[in-house]
């Protein structure tokens, strides 16, 4: 006669249950903010700009699709709509004085290059220049404009892609609204088991 097995007790633990509060809804986006932070590098002709950039999203694998948000009072939003393409460039932590700076200035009014101490790069698929203080570098071309005039949503495809080998893990920023940046201390947690026999998951 066979033993009935007792029922497998799940392997999580319990987790705390937090209080809550109202929030208001226009500030959502402390905490819904993808991140990391970028840098976007555009030219068109002889002028180009960086901007700082946290409203992005990646939006399919392959092709590689990447959507930004980029407001249209933004000196850097016509540079790339009339030469549809640009580079996103990603900073790390210890960047982080120059991309407070170049989101607080003009680039009508100043060359954020030469202003911040960054090298511009030549690029090899597109003109925008790369950021050489960056750890990566997505060269961009505009893949479709269609959202740009009712929600200033462009749809770009990362044509080419430059990264530094180390650190693996960088430590990113993060912004949290009001001047406050958080940082990504770099730490992996390795969870495949988890994740059975897929390679990615696609809301990931």
């Not at 003109?127 to 750890?135: G, Q």
């Not at 430590?171 to 770099?186: A, C, I, N, P, S």
Request: glycine share 6%; net charge positive.
């Amino acid at each position: 006669m066979k033993r009935e097995r007792k029922p497998r007790r799940a392997r999580w633990h319990r987790m705390k249950t937090l209080r809550k509060r109202d929030f208001p809804v226009d500030e959502v986006r402390r905490y819904l903010e993808p991140g990391p932070i970028v840098l976007v590098t555009s030219q068109l002709k002889g002028e180009r700009n960086i901007m700082t950039m946290g409203w992005h999203t990646v939006m399919e694998f392959t092709p590689s699709l990447v959507g930004c948000i980029i407001a249209e009072s933004n000196y850097s939003f016509h540079l790339i709509r009339k030469s549809r393409e640009c580079v996103i460039n990603i900073p790390d932590a210890g960047m982080l004085d120059a991309v407070a700076g170049i989101g607080n200035c003009d680039g009508d009014d100043v060359d954020k290059f030469a202003h911040f101490g960054l090298t511009p790069q030549k690029a090899l698929r597109v003109k925008a220049p790369l950021i050489a203080e960056c750890f990566a570098n997505l060269e961009c071309r505009l893949h479709d404009a269609r959202l740009v005039n009712k929600y200033n949503f462009f749809i770009f495809e990362v044509v080419k892609a430059h990264a530094a080998p180390k650190p693996r893990f960088p430590k990113t920023l993060h912004y949290r609204g009001q001047g406050v940046f958080t940082v990504d201390e770099g730490r992996a947690h390795d969870r495949k088991k988890l994740f059975g026999k897929l390679k990615e998951m696609g809301n990931f």
